[in-house]
């Protein structure tokens, strides 16, 4: 499968294959910057779910630092440590 990236940044980027049957849009606002939005669209409906959350820390400066907690489908944040590794390998997704 050929995925395409479009991107201004990683916090803003749309993840599609050429017919956008695989579609997901990742969005951090600029008034909202500690909050970043992964949505996955529908194929049949067009239509974008939330399918998960992440919470940003933002350093002095204004710039945002790695996540500090994911919420996936709605549940309950939990803290991104039970997600990624520190080496940034990504662990225990499917709990």
Known sequence: QRLSLTT?????VVISN????IYYEVVTPKWE???TRV???DPKSHELEVVAELKN???KGGASSAPSAVRL???QFRPAGEFWTKDGSASNLGA
């Open 39 to 41: 949505s996955k669209m």
């Open 33 to 35: 910057p500690t909050m």
């Open 57 to 59: 820390e933002i350093e």
């Open 73 to 75: 489908r709605g549940q």
């Open 18 to 21: 050429s017919n956008d049957v």
């Open 8 to 12: 201004t940044s990683l916090q803003n």
